[in-house]
Protein backbone atom coordinates (compact mmCIF):
# COMPACT_ATOMS: atom_id res chain seq x y z
CA UNK A 1 0.00 0.00 0.00
CA UNK A 2 1.30 3.91 -1.03
CA UNK A 3 1.81 5.77 2.10
CA UNK A 4 2.07 9.90 2.01
CA UNK A 5 5.80 10.98 2.39
CA UNK A 6 5.45 11.99 6.79
CA UNK A 7 5.49 15.48 7.32
CA UNK A 8 7.35 18.09 5.36
CA UNK A 9 9.76 20.96 7.43
CA UNK A 10 10.63 24.02 5.69
CA UNK A 11 14.68 24.63 4.93
CA UNK A 12 16.86 27.26 3.52
CA UNK A 13 18.00 26.34 0.31
CA UNK A 14 21.89 26.63 1.47
CA UNK A 15 20.88 23.21 3.70
CA UNK A 16 20.50 21.38 0.27
CA UNK A 17 22.57 18.45 0.24
CA UNK A 18 22.87 14.97 -1.72
CA UNK A 19 20.59 12.76 -0.14
CA UNK A 20 17.23 14.51 1.05
CA UNK A 21 13.51 14.26 -0.25
CA UNK A 22 12.73 17.82 -0.83
CA UNK A 23 9.33 19.28 -1.71
CA UNK A 24 9.71 22.40 -4.45
CA UNK A 25 6.60 24.59 -4.04
CA UNK A 26 7.06 26.21 -7.38
CA UNK A 27 4.96 25.78 -10.31
CA UNK A 28 5.94 23.00 -12.28
CA UNK A 29 7.58 25.12 -14.82
CA UNK A 30 9.43 27.07 -12.77
CA UNK A 31 12.44 24.32 -12.08
CA UNK A 32 13.70 21.76 -14.53
CA UNK A 33 13.12 18.51 -12.67
CA UNK A 34 10.56 15.95 -13.48
CA UNK A 35 8.64 16.51 -10.42
CA UNK A 36 7.69 18.83 -7.59
CA UNK A 37 9.08 16.17 -5.00
CA UNK A 38 12.54 14.60 -5.52
CA UNK A 39 15.69 13.09 -3.82
CA UNK A 40 18.39 15.37 -4.20
CA UNK A 41 20.76 12.94 -6.05
CA UNK A 42 23.92 15.08 -7.16
CA UNK A 43 26.14 17.29 -6.63
CA UNK A 44 24.49 19.49 -9.86
CA UNK A 45 20.54 18.91 -8.08
CA UNK A 46 21.83 20.45 -5.03
CA UNK A 47 23.30 23.47 -7.42
CA UNK A 48 20.50 23.85 -9.46
CA UNK A 49 17.98 24.29 -6.48
CA UNK A 50 20.30 26.39 -4.99
CA UNK A 51 19.89 28.62 -8.35
CA UNK A 52 16.22 28.80 -8.11
CA UNK A 53 13.77 31.33 -6.42
CA UNK A 54 12.77 29.17 -3.62
CA UNK A 55 13.61 31.14 -0.45
CA UNK A 56 10.62 30.09 1.62
CA UNK A 57 8.88 27.84 -0.59
CA UNK A 58 11.34 24.85 -0.43
CA UNK A 59 10.50 21.68 2.17
CA UNK A 60 12.25 18.72 3.26
CA UNK A 61 10.55 15.04 4.09
CA UNK A 62 12.96 13.85 7.19
CA UNK A 63 11.23 10.55 6.77
CA UNK A 64 11.85 10.07 3.05
CA UNK A 65 15.65 11.78 3.38
CA UNK A 66 18.65 9.08 3.27
CA UNK A 67 20.61 11.68 5.25
CA UNK A 68 19.78 14.34 7.97
CA UNK A 69 18.75 18.04 7.48
CA UNK A 70 22.40 19.89 8.02
CA UNK A 71 22.51 22.85 10.63
CA UNK A 72 21.61 26.62 8.57
CA UNK A 73 24.89 28.04 7.94
CA UNK A 74 25.45 31.17 9.15
CA UNK A 75 24.43 34.49 7.41
CA UNK A 76 28.28 35.82 6.98
CA UNK A 77 29.10 32.19 5.56
CA UNK A 78 26.23 32.22 3.26
CA UNK A 79 27.15 35.54 1.67
CA UNK A 80 30.93 34.72 1.29
CA UNK A 81 29.62 31.76 -0.57
CA UNK A 82 27.34 33.87 -2.63
CA UNK A 83 29.99 36.12 -3.72
CA UNK A 84 32.41 33.94 -4.34
CA UNK A 85 29.63 31.40 -6.78
CA UNK A 86 27.92 34.23 -8.08
CA UNK A 87 29.33 33.65 -11.88
CA UNK A 88 28.70 30.08 -11.68
CA UNK A 89 25.01 30.68 -10.31
CA UNK A 90 24.42 33.13 -13.26
CA UNK A 91 25.71 30.72 -16.33
CA UNK A 92 22.90 27.90 -14.39
CA UNK A 93 20.33 29.95 -14.69
CA UNK A 94 20.97 30.79 -18.18
CA UNK A 95 20.53 26.75 -18.46
CA UNK A 96 17.50 26.37 -16.73
CA UNK A 97 16.16 28.66 -18.94
CA UNK A 98 16.84 26.62 -21.92
CA UNK A 99 15.65 23.43 -20.01
CA UNK A 100 12.83 25.03 -18.70
CA UNK A 101 11.59 26.38 -22.13
CA UNK A 102 12.45 23.09 -23.53
CA UNK A 103 10.58 21.14 -20.84
CA UNK A 104 7.42 24.06 -21.59
CA UNK A 105 7.53 23.10 -25.86
CA UNK A 106 7.02 19.14 -24.64
CA UNK A 107 4.09 19.91 -22.29
CA UNK A 108 2.14 22.11 -25.06
CA UNK A 109 2.75 19.37 -27.69
CA UNK A 110 1.57 16.60 -24.96
CA UNK A 111 -1.71 18.84 -24.14
CA UNK A 112 -2.28 19.37 -27.93
CA UNK A 113 -2.24 15.51 -28.56
CA UNK A 114 -4.17 14.87 -25.73
CA UNK A 115 -6.78 18.39 -26.29
CA UNK A 116 -7.27 16.37 -30.65
CA UNK A 117 -7.80 13.35 -29.13
CA UNK A 118 -10.60 14.76 -26.30
CA UNK A 119 -12.53 16.80 -28.88
CA UNK A 120 -11.76 13.99 -31.52
CA UNK A 121 -13.98 11.76 -28.83
CA UNK A 122 -16.56 14.41 -28.56
CA UNK A 123 -17.36 14.42 -32.22
CA UNK A 124 -17.64 10.57 -32.47
CA UNK A 125 -19.16 9.92 -29.32
CA UNK A 126 -22.19 11.98 -30.87
CA UNK A 127 -22.37 10.84 -33.51
CA UNK A 128 -21.90 7.36 -32.02
CA UNK A 129 -24.89 7.89 -29.69
CA UNK A 130 -27.18 9.14 -32.43
CA UNK A 131 -26.78 6.49 -34.59
CA UNK A 132 -26.90 3.68 -32.15
CA UNK A 133 -30.35 5.31 -30.01
CA UNK A 134 -31.90 5.71 -33.53
CA UNK A 135 -30.54 2.32 -35.13
CA UNK A 136 -34.29 0.75 -34.21
CA UNK A 137 -36.22 3.17 -35.37
CA UNK A 138 -34.64 4.92 -38.13
CA UNK A 139 -32.55 2.02 -39.26
CA UNK A 140 -30.65 3.40 -42.40
CA UNK A 141 -30.38 7.07 -41.04
CA UNK A 142 -28.21 5.07 -37.96
CA UNK A 143 -26.45 2.81 -40.70
CA UNK A 144 -24.85 5.84 -42.80
CA UNK A 145 -23.99 7.70 -39.96
CA UNK A 146 -21.75 4.73 -38.81
CA UNK A 147 -20.59 4.54 -41.95
CA UNK A 148 -19.16 7.79 -42.55
CA UNK A 149 -18.11 7.76 -38.75
CA UNK A 150 -16.11 4.06 -39.44
CA UNK A 151 -14.81 5.18 -43.24
CA UNK A 152 -13.55 8.64 -41.43
CA UNK A 153 -11.75 6.86 -38.17
CA UNK A 154 -10.14 3.77 -40.94
CA UNK A 155 -8.64 6.56 -42.76
CA UNK A 156 -7.00 8.70 -40.30
CA UNK A 157 -5.38 4.97 -38.77
CA UNK A 158 -4.55 4.01 -41.83
CA UNK A 159 -2.80 6.88 -43.17
CA UNK A 160 -1.48 8.29 -39.10
CA UNK A 161 2.28 8.18 -39.46
CA UNK A 162 2.27 8.06 -35.50
CA UNK A 163 -0.91 7.02 -33.74
CA UNK A 164 -1.04 8.06 -29.86
CA UNK A 165 -3.30 6.31 -27.59
CA UNK A 166 -5.02 8.88 -24.61
CA UNK A 167 -6.44 8.01 -21.45
CA UNK A 168 -9.01 11.08 -21.26
CA UNK A 169 -10.23 12.80 -18.77
CA UNK A 170 -14.00 12.77 -16.61
CA UNK A 171 -16.64 11.99 -19.15
CA UNK A 172 -20.12 12.23 -17.15
CA UNK A 173 -22.66 11.22 -19.65
CA UNK A 174 -22.79 6.90 -19.45
CA UNK A 175 -24.88 5.62 -22.53
CA UNK A 176 -23.95 3.55 -25.07
CA UNK A 177 -21.34 5.06 -26.77
CA UNK A 178 -18.86 4.35 -24.23
CA UNK A 179 -18.16 1.03 -24.91
CA UNK A 180 -18.50 1.07 -28.36
CA UNK A 181 -15.79 3.70 -28.94
CA UNK A 182 -12.98 2.27 -26.54
CA UNK A 183 -13.57 -1.39 -28.53
CA UNK A 184 -13.43 0.75 -31.87
CA UNK A 185 -10.20 2.45 -30.58
CA UNK A 186 -8.62 -0.69 -29.19
CA UNK A 187 -9.88 -2.28 -32.25
CA UNK A 188 -8.39 0.29 -34.89
CA UNK A 189 -5.24 0.02 -33.53
CA UNK A 190 -4.69 -3.34 -33.11
CA UNK A 191 -6.09 -3.89 -36.48
CA UNK A 192 -3.52 -1.77 -38.21
CA UNK A 193 -0.90 -3.04 -35.65
CA UNK A 194 -1.36 -6.80 -37.68
CA UNK A 195 -2.05 -5.25 -41.26
CA UNK A 196 -5.30 -4.26 -41.85
CA UNK A 197 -6.10 -2.74 -44.80
CA UNK A 198 -7.92 0.30 -44.78
CA UNK A 199 -11.38 -1.49 -45.95
CA UNK A 200 -10.97 -4.29 -43.39
CA UNK A 201 -10.20 -1.37 -40.75
CA UNK A 202 -13.27 0.18 -42.29
CA UNK A 203 -15.41 -2.71 -41.58
CA UNK A 204 -14.14 -3.81 -38.12
CA UNK A 205 -15.14 -0.23 -37.39
CA UNK A 206 -18.84 -1.01 -38.38
CA UNK A 207 -19.00 -3.83 -35.89
CA UNK A 208 -17.27 -2.47 -33.40
CA UNK A 209 -19.27 0.41 -32.90
CA UNK A 210 -22.46 -1.66 -33.63
CA UNK A 211 -21.63 -5.10 -31.68
CA UNK A 212 -23.89 -4.14 -28.67
CA UNK A 213 -26.72 -2.58 -30.24
CA UNK A 214 -28.87 -5.63 -29.71
CA UNK A 215 -28.60 -5.12 -25.75
CA UNK A 216 -31.58 -2.26 -25.98
CA UNK A 217 -34.31 -5.36 -26.34
CA UNK A 218 -32.67 -6.63 -23.14
CA UNK A 219 -34.58 -5.87 -20.02
CA UNK A 220 -32.20 -3.53 -17.50
CA UNK A 221 -32.73 -6.15 -15.08
CA UNK A 222 -31.61 -8.81 -17.15
CA UNK A 223 -28.73 -6.90 -18.71
CA UNK A 224 -26.93 -5.27 -15.02
CA UNK A 225 -27.65 -8.83 -12.97
CA UNK A 226 -24.19 -10.27 -12.27
CA UNK A 227 -26.40 -13.82 -11.02
CA UNK A 228 -28.44 -14.12 -13.98
CA UNK A 229 -30.51 -16.90 -13.90
CA UNK A 230 -30.31 -19.93 -17.03
CA UNK A 231 -32.90 -18.48 -18.75
CA UNK A 232 -31.91 -15.09 -18.29
CA UNK A 233 -28.42 -15.72 -19.57
CA UNK A 234 -30.36 -17.04 -22.75
CA UNK A 235 -32.13 -14.12 -22.86
CA UNK A 236 -29.56 -12.08 -22.40
CA UNK A 237 -26.99 -14.00 -25.13
CA UNK A 238 -29.55 -12.58 -27.92
CA UNK A 239 -27.75 -9.53 -27.93
CA UNK A 240 -26.54 -11.04 -30.64
CA UNK A 241 -28.70 -12.10 -32.96
CA UNK A 242 -30.71 -8.67 -32.53
CA UNK A 243 -27.24 -6.85 -33.17
CA UNK A 244 -27.17 -8.72 -36.18
CA UNK A 245 -30.52 -8.04 -37.28
CA UNK A 246 -30.51 -4.07 -37.06
CA UNK A 247 -27.05 -3.54 -38.23
CA UNK A 248 -28.32 -5.78 -41.40
CA UNK A 249 -31.73 -3.74 -41.71
CA UNK A 250 -30.03 -0.23 -42.04
CA UNK A 251 -28.07 -1.87 -45.27
CA UNK A 252 -24.83 -0.47 -44.48
CA UNK A 253 -22.82 -3.00 -43.25
CA UNK A 254 -20.61 -5.42 -45.45
CA UNK A 255 -21.00 -9.38 -45.07
CA UNK A 256 -18.13 -9.27 -43.00
CA UNK A 257 -18.57 -6.46 -40.67
CA UNK A 258 -22.33 -8.65 -39.78
CA UNK A 259 -20.10 -11.63 -39.51
CA UNK A 260 -18.06 -9.76 -36.70
CA UNK A 261 -21.15 -8.61 -34.52
CA UNK A 262 -22.45 -12.29 -34.61
CA UNK A 263 -18.83 -13.55 -33.81
CA UNK A 264 -17.89 -11.01 -31.36
CA UNK A 265 -18.41 -13.25 -28.14
CA UNK A 266 -16.95 -16.74 -30.18
CA UNK A 267 -13.73 -18.06 -28.22
CA UNK A 268 -10.73 -19.77 -30.26
CA UNK A 269 -11.56 -23.01 -28.32
CA UNK A 270 -14.91 -23.14 -29.38
CA UNK A 271 -16.14 -22.26 -25.47
CA UNK A 272 -17.46 -19.39 -26.54
CA UNK A 273 -20.96 -18.60 -28.02
CA UNK A 274 -23.92 -18.45 -29.80
CA UNK A 275 -22.66 -21.22 -32.22
CA UNK A 276 -18.93 -22.31 -30.58
CA UNK A 277 -17.53 -21.42 -33.54
CA UNK A 278 -13.78 -21.61 -33.64
CA UNK A 279 -12.97 -20.34 -36.76
CA UNK A 280 -14.10 -16.67 -36.66
CA UNK A 281 -12.00 -13.86 -39.00
CA UNK A 282 -9.31 -12.41 -37.95
CA UNK A 283 -11.11 -9.40 -37.58
CA UNK A 284 -14.02 -10.79 -35.52
CA UNK A 285 -11.34 -12.47 -33.48
CA UNK A 286 -9.81 -9.02 -32.74
CA UNK A 287 -13.25 -7.63 -32.15
CA UNK A 288 -13.71 -10.48 -29.33
CA UNK A 289 -10.31 -9.56 -27.98
CA UNK A 290 -10.79 -6.09 -27.38
CA UNK A 291 -14.30 -6.59 -26.07
CA UNK A 292 -13.21 -8.91 -23.54
CA UNK A 293 -10.62 -6.35 -22.09
CA UNK A 294 -13.19 -3.70 -22.02
CA UNK A 295 -15.69 -5.68 -20.14
CA UNK A 296 -13.54 -6.87 -17.63
CA UNK A 297 -11.97 -3.29 -17.21
CA UNK A 298 -15.87 -1.76 -17.23
CA UNK A 299 -18.34 -4.27 -16.53
CA UNK A 300 -21.96 -4.22 -17.01
CA UNK A 301 -23.10 -5.70 -14.58
CA UNK A 302 -23.91 -3.82 -10.85
CA UNK A 303 -21.60 -5.33 -8.05
CA UNK A 304 -19.43 -6.51 -10.34
CA UNK A 305 -15.42 -5.09 -9.46
CA UNK A 306 -13.27 -3.92 -12.10
CA UNK A 307 -9.90 -5.26 -12.92
CA UNK A 308 -7.35 -2.77 -13.02
CA UNK A 309 -5.70 -2.81 -16.75
CA UNK A 310 -3.27 -4.57 -16.08
CA UNK A 311 -5.08 -7.17 -14.10
CA UNK A 312 -7.23 -7.59 -16.87
CA UNK A 313 -4.65 -8.11 -19.74
CA UNK A 314 -2.72 -10.40 -17.20
CA UNK A 315 -6.11 -12.75 -16.55
CA UNK A 316 -6.80 -12.59 -20.26
CA UNK A 317 -3.31 -14.23 -20.73
CA UNK A 318 -2.76 -16.21 -18.20
CA UNK A 319 -6.26 -17.47 -17.23
CA UNK A 320 -8.16 -16.81 -20.75
CA UNK A 321 -5.66 -17.73 -22.83
CA UNK A 322 -6.84 -20.17 -24.75
CA UNK A 323 -10.05 -18.33 -25.39
CA UNK A 324 -7.64 -15.81 -27.83
CA UNK A 325 -5.82 -16.06 -30.49
CA UNK A 326 -2.17 -15.56 -29.53
CA UNK A 327 -0.99 -13.10 -32.16
CA UNK A 328 -4.09 -10.78 -31.34
CA UNK A 329 -3.85 -10.92 -27.44
CA UNK A 330 -0.02 -10.48 -27.58
CA UNK A 331 -0.45 -7.43 -30.18
CA UNK A 332 -3.07 -5.82 -27.62
CA UNK A 333 -0.33 -6.52 -24.94
CA UNK A 334 2.11 -4.48 -26.66
CA UNK A 335 0.07 -1.78 -27.73
CA UNK A 336 -1.30 -1.40 -24.18
CA UNK A 337 2.26 -2.13 -22.69
CA UNK A 338 2.81 -3.47 -19.52
CA UNK A 339 0.88 -1.14 -17.49
CA UNK A 340 -2.09 0.32 -19.59
CA UNK A 341 -3.24 3.67 -19.70
CA UNK A 342 -5.36 4.19 -16.55
CA UNK A 343 -3.31 2.20 -14.06
CA UNK A 344 -2.07 4.01 -10.77
CA UNK A 345 1.99 3.44 -9.98
CA UNK A 346 4.14 4.32 -7.80
CA UNK A 347 7.76 5.67 -9.53
CA UNK A 348 11.33 5.06 -8.14
CA UNK A 349 11.46 8.21 -6.77
CA UNK A 350 8.32 7.30 -4.54
CA UNK A 351 5.57 9.30 -6.28
CA UNK A 352 2.74 8.39 -7.62
CA UNK A 353 1.53 8.75 -10.99
CA UNK A 354 -1.56 7.97 -13.35
CA UNK A 355 -0.70 5.86 -16.48
CA UNK A 356 -2.07 7.87 -19.51
CA UNK A 357 -0.88 6.75 -22.66
CA UNK A 358 1.52 3.75 -23.79
CA UNK A 359 5.13 4.73 -24.75
CA UNK A 360 7.62 3.15 -27.23
CA UNK A 361 9.12 0.87 -24.35
CA UNK A 362 6.03 -1.99 -22.61
CA UNK A 363 7.52 -0.61 -18.81
CA UNK A 364 7.83 2.64 -19.78
CA UNK A 365 4.53 4.79 -20.65
CA UNK A 366 3.62 8.39 -20.45
CA UNK A 367 2.40 9.11 -16.90
CA UNK A 368 0.77 11.87 -14.72
CA UNK A 369 2.53 13.02 -11.73
CA UNK A 370 0.67 13.33 -8.80
CA UNK A 371 1.25 16.85 -7.37
CA UNK A 372 -1.44 18.05 -5.20
CA UNK A 373 -0.61 21.52 -4.95
CA UNK A 374 -1.13 22.48 -8.43
CA UNK A 375 -4.70 21.49 -10.55
CA UNK A 376 -4.49 18.03 -12.38
CA UNK A 377 -4.32 19.28 -15.62
CA UNK A 378 -1.29 21.46 -14.74
CA UNK A 379 0.20 18.31 -13.22
CA UNK A 380 3.34 17.45 -14.92
CA UNK A 381 3.21 14.21 -17.75
CA UNK A 382 6.15 12.62 -18.18
CA UNK A 383 7.33 10.23 -20.95
CA UNK A 384 9.73 7.58 -19.28
CA UNK A 385 11.30 5.89 -22.08
CA UNK A 386 13.29 9.67 -21.86
CA UNK A 387 13.75 9.58 -18.42
CA UNK A 388 16.20 6.25 -17.63
CA UNK A 389 17.02 7.17 -14.27
CA UNK A 390 13.11 6.71 -13.41
CA UNK A 391 10.59 3.68 -13.20
CA UNK A 392 7.90 2.27 -12.60
CA UNK A 393 7.86 0.58 -8.95
CA UNK A 394 4.48 -1.02 -8.65
CA UNK A 395 0.85 -0.78 -9.77
CA UNK A 396 -1.36 0.61 -7.14
CA UNK A 397 -4.91 -0.94 -6.50
CA UNK A 398 -7.01 3.01 -6.61
CA UNK A 399 -9.64 1.29 -3.54
CA UNK A 400 -5.66 1.15 -0.53
CA UNK A 401 -5.12 5.43 -1.80
CA UNK A 402 -6.45 8.00 0.83
CA UNK A 403 -8.95 9.77 -0.22
CA UNK A 404 -7.67 13.06 -1.32
CA UNK A 405 -4.79 10.81 -3.13
CA UNK A 406 -7.90 9.13 -5.00
CA UNK A 407 -9.72 12.45 -5.85
CA UNK A 408 -6.88 14.04 -7.47
CA UNK A 409 -5.77 11.02 -9.78
CA UNK A 410 -9.73 9.59 -10.41
CA UNK A 411 -8.58 6.17 -12.03
CA UNK A 412 -11.82 6.15 -13.79
CA UNK A 413 -13.96 3.27 -12.84
CA UNK A 414 -15.33 3.76 -16.95
CA UNK A 415 -12.29 4.11 -18.49
CA UNK A 416 -12.49 6.76 -21.54
CA UNK A 417 -9.55 5.71 -24.70
CA UNK A 418 -9.34 7.44 -28.17
CA UNK A 419 -6.49 8.50 -30.22
CA UNK A 420 -4.58 11.40 -32.02
CA UNK A 421 -3.17 11.27 -35.33
CA UNK A 422 0.26 12.96 -35.69
CA UNK A 423 1.72 13.52 -39.23
CA UNK A 424 -1.35 11.99 -41.32
CA UNK A 425 -0.84 12.33 -45.03
CA UNK A 426 -3.26 14.48 -46.58
Known sequence: MWNKPGQAVPIDPSQVVVGLYLWLDVRWDEHPFLSNRLLVKTPKDVAVIQSLDVLGRLYCYP??????????APAAAKADAGATAAAAEAAMRAELKQIEAAKKEKRQRQKDAATRADRAWENAARQTKEALLTLNRSPKVAGELLAALSKETAASIANGQDILLHLLGDKKDQGP????????????????????????????????????????????????????????????RQHVMFSVQLAATSGAFSKEALAMIADHHEAANGTGWPRGRREASRAARILATVNRYDNLCTPEAIGVEPLMP?????????????????????????????????????????????????????????????????????????????????????????????????????PQQRLSYFFSVENAKT
Request: net charge negative; with cysteine; glycine share 6%.
Open 177 to 236: QFHALNVLTLCMLVGKKVGLTQNELADLAMGALTHDAGKVQVPPQILKNPNRKKHEEDFF
Open 63 to 72: DKSATQIPAL
Open 310 to 410: AEALARMFRIEGAQFDPALLGALIKLLGVYPPGTVVQLSDSSLALVVAPGPDSLRPQVLVYTPEIPKDEAPTIELHTEPDLKIIEAIRPSTLPPDVLGWLN
